[in-house]
């Protein structure tokens, strides 16, 4: 066999279905929407409608958030018609592997790995700091050496927190999806209660003379707007990680995958028509808006639940996203493109506990020890990526006749939609800085380097 006939050797359906049998299958609809809900929505929803409203859109920040959900929505109906067709773990890896081939599968499987890895070691120690304001907030002093990365000219060695909250989320993942499960939908829901409890408590105070002018900076600030907000909304993919883990996974994933995207849209728009509502659009160029908008309607007793609502939220964001990363490496290790024994199952709870270790270990030394101010730019990245192959790949997917999708979810007004989704994600993605795409260049030809010198070798597709 040639070596371009190896690169893009495609795998199995039934090889993926019957490997990801070990898997439990425990997840619902309402789980689902519970882990996007959990991924989508975190600490920007007290941030974004805010700054961005100042720098940008104005009170038009509505319509900003509305043209972004409109532009993920076709994206997640792609992702929607995956899952559906294709119920197996590893989300774009997986797919990519049946339907490009073994070379690209990899490719979006490294890049994935900047979504979910670097993000959660970003948050991580967004989690550290929020908490370490909030417990001194009781008087309990915490040694600076213990509360930064590894920075000795500043006095910071490690970041504790970050590394033990990370921890925390591993020994729950370890315990098994079902219960991890509990957890995360109990989080949500005090998340989405703050939320609510701020909407309830703002629209007393909104007066419409906040809201004129409606589009200060005109047309071109909405759009502008809408490219920045844009990435409040990465992470409902994570859904489809869990395919093999859903119970009916072709009525359950777009459920959950839509559902996520409808809920998450009118919990942004919502806030940022109170948030405008109640402050001038001009003032709340803050680090964070909601907290200055209550405190100047004199909510002062507000601060201590937004504190409690962004702890939640960062909690179950890094929850669904080290969860979707242990199933990535899973994925990869079951095909044997990565050491084989990270593709192992532990039959007790039916969880991959190797590949959970692994992820651990990876997030929390960078959460802990590197500063990742310069990397987060990758998350985008790596997403963006993703989502172009699965955009385009509906259409080679719709032509697989051995692929049956027939009471499944399908992108309506195909091949039309699919396409118009690819060029979305090509136009987002040369809005991107060019340091972002020289950073991501290094970080592909790392993949490249690991693929031809271990993966392709060991392949389970060699055999």
Known sequence: MGLGTRLFRKESLERYLQQDQRLAKTLTAKDLIALGVGAVIGTGIFILPGTIAALHSGPA??????????????????YAEFSSALPVAGSAYSYGNIIFGELIGWLLGWALFLEYM??????????????????????????????????????????????????????????????????????VTIKIGVVLLFLVVGIFYVKSSN??????????????????????YLGFDCVSASAAEVKNPQKNL??????????????????????????????????????FALQVV????????????????MFTMMLTMTYSSSRLVYSI??????????????????????????????????GGLVSLDQLTNLVNIGTLIAFFFMSIGVIPLRKRKD????????????????????LLCLFMLFELPAVTWMAAEIWFILGLIIYFSYGLKHSRLND
């Open 333 to 366: 290790g079951r095909d044997g493109l990565l050491p084989k024994m990270l593709g192992k199952i532990e039959t007790r709870h039916q969880t991959p506990i190797n590949s959970v270790r692994v992820v651990t270990v990876i997030i929390a030394t960078l």
């Open 254 to 291: 777009p459920i959950g995958i839509i559902g996520t995207l409808v809920i998450c849209t009118l919990l942004y728009i919502l806030v940022a028509f109170v948030l405008t509502g109640m402050v001038s659009y001009r003032e709340l160029n803050v680090a964070n808006p909601v907290a």
């Open 61 to 78: 920040i509505t319509l900003s958030f509305m043209i972004a959900a409109v532009v993920c929505a076709v994206a997640a109906m792609c």
């Open 298 to 313: 004199h909510q002062n007793w507000f601060a201590g639940l937004l504190s409690l609502g962004a702890l939640a939220g």
């Open 211 to 232: 809201w004129q002018p409606f589009m200060p900076f005109g047309v071109s600030g909405v759009f502008k707007g809408a490219s920045l907000v844009f990435f409040a």
């Open 118 to 187: 670097l993000s959660v070691a970003a948050v991580s120690t967004g989690w550290s700091a929020y908490f370490v304001s909030f417990i001194e907030g009781f008087g309990v002093h915490i040694p600076k050496a213990i509360t930064g990365s590894f920075d000795p000219a500043h006095g910071t060695y490690i970041n504790l927190f970050a590394v033990l909250i990370v921890t925390l989320i591993s020994v729950l993942l370890m315990s098994g999806t079902r219960s991890s499960t509990r957890i995360n939908n109990l989080m």
């Open 403 to 422: 692929i049956p999708n027939k009471d499944g979810f399908k992108v309506p007004l195909y091949p039309w939609l699919p396409l118009l989704s690819g």
